[in-house]
């Protein structure tokens, strides 16, 4: 079982950028593919960007495309997400999650570990 705690949120302006990170416990985090998501006020819970175990392929949501860049380091046991051109409708809790055994996903109920999520807020 693998425990994941998010950090790097916070209150920027738009068009500022910002990298999360999601630290990873355990010794086969290269084994999980890991995906980001979030959810805004009053919205579900949206897939941002998924990256696969060890071949890196990444995925993203269209309106995160270009802008966001997820990648990870197996060896540090770690995910980030640098977001960069920031805009007021990128707000919402950042939650990391991971599954293990299987090929990156876009759905929530592909992932069987969650963070607690962090808070991103984009506002001038």
């Known amino acids: 079982q693998v425990q994941l705690v998010e950090s790097g949120g916070g209150l920027v302006q738009p068009g500022d950028s910002l990298t999360l990170s999601c630290a990873a416990s355990g010794p086969t985090f290269s084994s999980y593919s890991m995906g980001w998501f979030r959810r805004a006020p009053g919205k579900d819970r949206e897939f941002v960007a998924a990256i696969s175990r060890r071949t890196g392929i990444t995925y993203y949501s269209d309106p995160v495309k270009d802008r966001f860049t997820i990648s990870r380091d197996n060896a540090k046991n770690t995910m980030y997400l640098q977001m960069n051109s920031l805009k007021p409708e990128d707000t919402a809790v950042y939650y990391c999650?991971?599954?293990?055994?299987?090929?990156?996903?876009?759905?929530?109920?592909?992932?069987?570990?969650w963070g607690q999520g962090t808070q991103v807020t984009v506002s001038s």
């Open positions: 999650a991971a599954q293990y055994g299987a090929p990156a996903a876009t759905t929530p109920d592909d992932y069987h570990y």
